[in-house]
């Protein structure tokens, strides 16, 4: 059990550290190209969704790897999977439906680990 939660937080944690990246990194001009959901929110609001992405895929691998503070590791799972939950409220408001199934496979993802971390 304890190699496939690494499996899955390596893997869930890369993920979110290069989304994360993206959307603290690149215009939100670039990023409304392919995020439609990007326009429904100022840059502020997209720069701090990054960067809590960000902060969460570390927290998912970091504090169990060193072994400092592990409880982190499971709150960051946490913390993630309430982001998708938002996303997935989101998407149904606009009625970008195909968009929730991301959003589920990830947030659920995140409830795995949180549910094996804890």
Do not use: C
């Not at 890369?14 to 990023?31: D, I, N, R, T, Y």
Request: zero cysteines.
């Amino acid at each position: 059990m304890n190699i496939f939660l690494w499996v899955l937080q390596g893997l869930l944690g890369a993920a979110f550290l290069g989304a994360g990246a993206m959307k603290a990194s690149q215009p939100v001009e670039k990023l409304a190209e392919n995020m439609t959901w990007v326009k429904r929110y100022s840059t502020n609001t997209v720069r701090l969704i990054g960067v809590m992405e960000i902060l969460g895929g570390l927290g998912l691998i970091l504090p169990w790897a060193t072994g400092i503070a592990t409880i982190l590791t499971p709150l960051a799972a946490v913390g993630l999977a309430l982001i998708m939950l938002l996303a997935i409220v989101d998407h149904a408001r606009a009625k970008e439906y195909p968009m929730i199934a991301f959003n589920v496979v990830l947030g659920a993802l995140a409830v795995i680990i949180a549910v094996g971390r804890f």
